[in-house]
């Protein structure tokens, strides 16, 4: 999505919320195709105002998932969840917006277009009310006098008799944020959604075509698709027109162009020294004229589609990248056939500690080496003697990836079944280098522990495998269950499964609780 459609419907939903118009910021904000997790916070506060709990636990979710750190976001999930009575929840979340408060007093939001100011005794306070609710009086009483402590100079109204209300066990009321206070855009972005003409009309004062005889300026003139056909009372040679070229020609200075035989130039004179002006591919240069067809001239209207591409041609168009915003409706290239990364620079120090890793049979020569390609978050090209123990690559493995040492399990892929195989023994590591072709073996690696402390909003079930296309990707076969971390955008997920971490498309799974319908349906049609 443009940035600047991001900014507009943001713009539009906060004038909406000012109006306290709930369901029209809603429905703007729903609209947004690659929700920021400001967005998702202010969506999860028109929720919350709405009465809609589950629907704001969910976004205020996908704003913790986008920015961790974000006190704001647990203190407000807390807030959801103590109005939904999950207790246990709403304790912890007013845990983590005390952590995440890093033990300032107070955070201002102003800077980031929230203008609102977080105080710790309030993440405080609010810990009290859910102890309250969970009948913890005693823990709810500590937690008020922390409030009180840490409480800035001037003493908030709502501390004022709470300790004498817990002690008579009733019940306090949470803390949250104001009505229609919501992250919003900055105000120079909005000014400059403003169309403004900086240049004014453009006009032309140089062209390439042949025909332009234009003196000084002259309105820009239209593109139109197709072929370049000069006009008759253009400055042009008698001998200029559209000509076949009978030789290839490779140019020797920078004044001459190359082109093959066969190619369609437009040549625009023919001098007496033996060398023809011409155009080729948007270009224009020399060309002997004894390579060009002195038959008659070639017509446009008898040139084939294919010629047409040495012509003059269009300016070419602009095409985004295909990964990850495509819809992946074309048939996925095999993994195989990926570009083989460049080995590592031979410096003498790395080679000395390469050395060290090698079984104790020396390396006769560079023969005797395999290049080992070794995926994880990114990928590195080593050459290692066969005669390695798992114990020495795991050490080299371990070197490379600095900040992983001893926890990466080394896998290999069968050539038979196209299954990772992990290495755990010499035996695993024969059969590894078995699969070696051309001196060259890949090896893959996952941290068992990967997901460790990421969260996680859904899971889904995959319906179909998926091979990975690079060291990103997080591969899966059919019926495995994927943990999402987070939403890459509507087409691209990225997800925990078996140990790995990456990215894949959405339309390869479905979440866990339609599985069961998909069966349901694929069970019917079976019976039918």
Aim: a neutral charge; aromatic letters at 8%; proline letters at 5%.
């Amino acid at each position: 999505m443009p940035y600047k459609d991001l900014i507009n419907d943001w713009n539009e939903a906060v004038l909406a919320i000012d109006k306290k118009d709930w369901k029209s910021a809603l429905s703007i904000l729903s609209r947004v195709q690659e929700p920021t997790s400001k967005i998702w916070f202010n969506i999860g506060c028109v929720q919350l105002l709405l009465g809609n709990l589950n629907e704001a636990i969910q976004a205020f979710d996908r704003t913790i998932a986008k920015d961790e750190h974000l006190a704001i976001g647990f203190f407000q999930r807390g807030v959801a969840h103590l109005q939904a009575k999950k207790y246990e929840e709403a304790l912890s979340d007013c845990r983590l917006a005390l952590v995440h408060l890093r033990g300032n007093i107070i955070i201002d939001y102003g800077q980031l277009g929230l203008a609102h100011k977080l105080y710790a005794w309030e993440a405080l306070y609010n810990r009290a009310t859910v102890q309250c609710h969970l009948g913890l009086w005693t823990e709810a009483t500590e937690s008020l006098q922390k409030a009180i402590k840490v409480r800035a100079d001037t003493k908030p109204r709502c501390l004022d008799g709470v300790l004498e209300k817990v002690k008579n066990h009733i019940l306090l009321e949470p803390l949250q944020l104001p009505e229609g206070r919501v992250f919003r855009p900055r105000k120079q972005e909005v000014e400059q959604l403003k169309q403004m003409d900086f240049l004014g009309k453009s006009w032309v004062v140089s062209s390439v075509l042949p025909d332009d005889d234009f003196v000084g300026f002259e309105p820009l003139r239209h593109q139109t698709p197709g072929f370049y056909e000069p006009r008759a009372d253009g400055v042009q040679g008698r001998e200029s027109g559209y000509y076949t070229v009978l030789y290839n020609y490779f140019p020797k200075n920078s004044s001459e162009l190359q082109v093959l035989a066969g190619g369609i130039v437009y040549v625009l004179d023919k001098g007496e020294d033996g060398w023809a002006i011409v155009i080729h591919d948007g270009q224009k240069g020399l060309l002997p004229s004894s390579h060009l067809d002195s038959k008659k001239h070639i017509k446009v209207d008898n040139l084939k589609p294919q010629a047409l591409i040495n012509g003059i041609p269009l300016p070419p168009k602009i095409v985004p990248p295909s990964r990850p915003n495509t819809k992946l409706n074309k048939k996925l290239s095999h993994p195989s056939a990926e570009r083989e990364d460049p080995l590592e620079s031979c410096d003498p120090s790395v080679m000395e500690k390469r050395t060290l890793f090698a079984s104790e049979g020396s390396l006769s020569s560079s023969e005797d080496l395999v290049t080992v390609k070794i995926h994880y978050t990114f990928t590195v090209a080593v050459r290692v003697n066969p005669n390695i123990s798992v114990a020495d690559l795991q050490n080299l493995i371990n070197y490379k990836f600095k900040d992983h040492r001893g926890q990466l399990q080394i896998s290999f892929k069968d050539a038979e079944s196209n299954d990772l195989v992990p290495v755990t023994k010499e035996d695993d590591l024969k059969r590894a280098w078995q699969q070696t072709r051309n001196t060259r073996l890949t090896l893959w690696c996952k941290n068992t522990e990967a997901a460790a402390g990421w969260p996680t909003l859904y899971q889904m079930t995959a319906v179909h495998g998926y091979t990975a296309q690079g060291p990103e990707d997080l591969e899966f076969k059919q019926g495995d269950t994927v943990d999402i971390i987070s939403e890459v955008n509507e087409e691209w997920l990225e997800g925990y499964c078996k140990g790995n971490i990456g990215i894949f498309p959405k339309c390869f799974a479905i979440r866990t609780n339609d599985t069961h319908t998909v069966k349901e349906k694929n069970t019917t049609e079976t019976n039918s």
